[in-house]
């Protein structure tokens, strides 16, 4: 923020003046390195702010939301075993309003369910808990989901958990791999 | 002149951080986490994936995913390393011609700095995501036991990867570093690692300096004893209890398990700072009766005694590592601990009763060792050095104003150089001067703070209090050095004082006061919420004068008379102690002037514009910049 000094020419000056000439230009030359540094990465932190700012206003209720899920999966799976003797009740009905409820709300906040079963298996949505040997599906293919995984808006919040098939061990071997 | 980053390249994960203003900082991963899985693989399809994406996909393509590299790096095939290693990993692991241990995937072979490489190259790509440059440039740690060839090895692997390795660095070096050990004088240090899967213990010689010459004297440790082996204890005892209770082993359904694995991790991490958690699982299994819950209360008690033992394992390799250094433990001047599991109090506890020291903890245990390399990368890219060690202020630097509150100008822990400037303004109808009493620290009235100096600026026009702008301005430079002016912007008179003795305070003061501040909080902020009302309630008063003065006639008489009714309630209840009181007729004073408003609008003839709301003209709401007001002087 200083001026810059006017200096005197180099011949006019004598041999300890130079050195220190010498001394205050590197000093000088550094801290204007410095300086470009420093100002060169404010520029940059200001810009990445500002994208994690917008990332961050689509995505506030990330955290939270990731929180809820495994209460949604246990809702869910209280509810896919109900036993059928009381799956009449109107109490039972109501829980499973409730349900419908808890996740609609998630939904209008941009929670959308990761479609899983019959689709190829892809590491970026999904997570392979077991690999099971059949004949019947396509290598690759996920034949069970064991909990489901959410996307908030297009950020996976959490990937499925699921089966995928794979090709039985002897047949594998009559592959020409 | 593109940054340089620092790489933690670890066994099970990796982390990457840069120096940011000064400071190391971790940088996320494009999945949005602080640490990237040490995994590589090649799908199905013939792509390459690292990271989370490998580790998901693992169960699928066990041949194809590799993972634990590190164990690999500049090995032989025929060593008993590896020969132990290759009946642990699923994948294969093949003899190169050089008789390198090499892996492979998707039908073709690998050599261990190869696929370090591919880590690299992710880390990289999110530095440079993160950063908005090319990252050419890196630091990279490694363990003080590897040999030469596990160097080159790493080494190698940044080439692979684009990186120019300016420097491999000791991991212990690394946290010694981000602990910011040995400025000046010689000290030996212990450095206790217990990692996810693997535990070092390293003895340093740093010879105080400029630049510190760090030596390691020692190392021992475990390769194969880690945070997991933990989390597998309370799985097991977890899983046994349910099956007493049900008769069901649930580690044989793979979900169930999963679900297990994530609660037992999550209590042994709650239990760090709690005495008890819940583990909680409903609807674990089933069987012919029914749904079954896994409901467990897990103390800490309880956790000790089962990882026990684990605990116990870390400490012969600590003798260990001393005998070899020639050392005891009286001779450690100081302990650090690196890694997720030294979290927990037991095994701080088992460090602290066998060095005989309080270890230090603070810095995160699982990015130490990155930020450590990020700092040895900033002092190689000269970016770590006195000039840019920026202070901040200890206390609040602020001014008095209206009712003896000081406001804040400067709030404690501001980053210096800085300079800031806000305009006040009189409080008092003809006010000529103003007085700057300029005071530092916690509490919210002028009187209980410091006061570094005071002087007055006058030859202010006499106007409406309000009116006058008086810009007071902080300039607080490099060395702490404090410059209050305070220029009224009608005249462009100004007046300022230098305050060279602003840090003069001992840590003791700062901290007593910084305390002081934080014991009287509750009546602080009681006085100053008496003082905002009173200040308040005055403002309304006058307003409504002011309004009532400037309307004249135009206001309808019914309405007239109740405002100056309400104003003088207020007036009356000024004089009184309740706060309460005053807050309620200032409200009910407001409420009335809203009328005169309304009561203009009403009068089709009316040709000026009345004014709205509760704000007088001049008054503090109208104007943004106008915080708060002088004393009278």
Redesign the interface.
């Given at each position: 923020m200083d001026e810059i000094v006017q200096e005197k020419p180099v011949e006019e000056r004598a041999e300890g003046e130079t050195d220190e000439l010498e001394r205050a230009e590197d000093q000088a030359a550094?801290?204007l390195?410095?300086l470009?540094?420093?100002q060169?990465?404010?520029a940059?932190?200001k810009?990445?702010l500002e994208r994690e700012r917008e990332e961050f206003i689509g995505l506030a209720n990330a955290a939270l939301i990731s929180k809820l899920l495994p209460i949604l999966d246990?809702l869910e799976?209280?509810l896919q075993?109900v036993?059928d003797n009381l799956r009449s009740l109107t109490w039972v009905e109501g829980i499973f309003l409730i349900e419908r409820r808890l996740r609609m709300i998630l939904e209008q906040e941009g929670l959308t369910e990761i479609r899983a079963v019959g689709e190829q298996?892809d590491?970026?949505l999904?997570?392979?808990?077991?690999?099971e040997e059949t004949t019947e599906q396509g290598?690759?293919t996920i034949i069970g989901e064991?909990?489901k995984g959410y996307k908030l808006h297009d950020?996976v919040l959490r990937?499925s958990?699921v089966r995928?098939a794979?090709l039985p061990r002897d047949k594998k071997k009559e592959e020409p791999? | 002149m593109g940054k340089i980053i620092g790489i933690d390249l670890g066994t099970t994960n990796s982390g990457v951080a840069v120096m940011e203003a000064g400071e190391p900082t971790i940088i996320p991963s494009s999945e949005g986490g602080r640490l990237t899985p040490s995994v590589v693989a090649v799908s199905k399809q013939g792509e390459r994936l690292v990271g989370t994406v490998a580790k998901r996909q693992a169960v699928t393509n066990p041949e194809n995913t590799i993972f634990s590299i590190k164990r690999l790096m500049g090995r032989k095939y025929s060593s008993p390393e590896v020969k132990r290693d290759t009946e642990l990993l699923p994948y294969k692991i093949t003899e190169a011609p050089n008789g390198d241990a090499k892996v492979v995937m998707g039908d073709k072979e690998f050599s261990p700095p190869e696929v370090s490489a591919f880590i690299l190259q992710k880390l990289k790509a999110d530095a440079e995501a993160y950063l908005g440059e090319p990252v050419t440039q890196a630091v990279i740690t490694v363990p003080a036991y590897f040999n030469d060839s596990q160097r080159q090895a790493t080494k190698d692997a940044g080439r692979i990867a684009g990186l120019e390795v300016l420097r491999i660095i000791n991991e212990p070096t690394a946290s010694s570093l981000a602990y910011g050990m040995a400025k000046e004088k010689d000290e030996k240090i212990a450095v206790y690692d217990l990692g996810g899967g693997t535990f070092d213990i390293s003895i340093l010689e740093i010879e105080g300096g400029d630049p510190p010459v760090y030596e390691v004297l020692s190392t021992n440790g475990d390769t194969h004893l880690g945070g997991d082996d933990f989390d597998q204890e309370v799985i097991d005892y977890v899983a046994d209890e349910f099956k007493k209770e049900q008769g069901i082993d649930i580690r044989e359904d793979r979900m169930a398990l999963q679900r297990l694995k994530e609660a037992a991790e999550k209590a042994k991490v709650e239990l760090s700072t709690v005495g008890q958690a819940e583990i909680n699982l409903p609807f674990i299994t089933a069987d012919a009766s029914g749904p079954k819950h896994l409901t467990m209360t897990l103390t800490r008690a309880k956790l000790e005694q089962l990882v026990g033992d684990l605990v116990e394992k870390t400490i012969p390799p600590c003798r260990q590592a001393l005998e070899d250094a020639k050392l005891s433990t009286s001779d450690i001047d100081e302990v650090i601990l690196v890694g997720g599991q030294t979290r927990m109090p037991a095994v701080q506890e088992a460090v602290k009763s066998f060095f005989g020291r309080e270890p230090h903890k603070g810095v995160n245990p699982d990015e130490v060792v990155a930020l450590g390399a990020a700092i040895q990368a900033g002092v190689l890219g000269g970016e770590v050095k006195d000039v840019l060690l920026l202070d901040v202020t200890p206390l609040t630097l602020g001014i008095e104003t209206l009712g003896g509150v000081a406001t804040a100008l400067v709030p404690r822990n501001t980053t210096i150089p800085y300079h800031t400037s806000q305009i006040f303004s009189t409080a008092a109808d003809g006010q000529t001067s103003v007085e700057v009493h300029v005071v530092q620290g916690e509490r919210p009235m002028a009187p209980d703070n410091k006061t570094l100096g005071r002087f007055i600026l006058d030859g202010i026009p006499p106007a409406p209090r309000g009116v006058p702008q008086v810009e007071v301005s902080f300039d607080l430079d490099a060395n702490g050095i404090l410059n209050v002016s305070a220029q009224d912007k009608a005249t462009g008179r100004e007046q300022h004082i230098t305050i060279t003795a602003s840090s003069g305070l001992s840590e003791d003061e700062i901290k007593r006061m910084v305390d002081e501040g934080k014991s009287h909080e509750a009546d602080d902020r009681k006085r100053k919420e008496e003082i905002e009302a009173r200040n308040h309630g005055d403002q309304a008063a006058y307003s409504a004068d002011k309004t009532l003065r400037d309307l004249g006639d135009k206001v309808p008489a019914d309405v007239r008379s109740d405002v100056e009714a309400k104003a003088a309630a207020v007036r009356e209840a000024l004089k009184g102690q309740d706060v309460e009181l005053i807050q309620r007729k200032t409200q009910e004073l407001t409420e009335a002037m809203q009328r005169i408003g309304a009561a203009m609008y009403e009068q089709p003839e009316a040709t000026t514009p009345p004014p709205g709301g509760g704000a007088a003209p001049g008054g503090p709401e109208d104007e943004g910049t106008v915080e708060g007001e002088f004393r009278e002087v």
């Open positions: 550094e801290y390195d410095q470009q540094r420093t060169a990465e404010f940059n932190y810009k990445r246990d799976r209280a075993t036993p298996f590491p970026e999904h997570h392979a808990v077991v690999g290598e690759g064991m909990q950020k990937p958990m995928v794979a791999e | -």
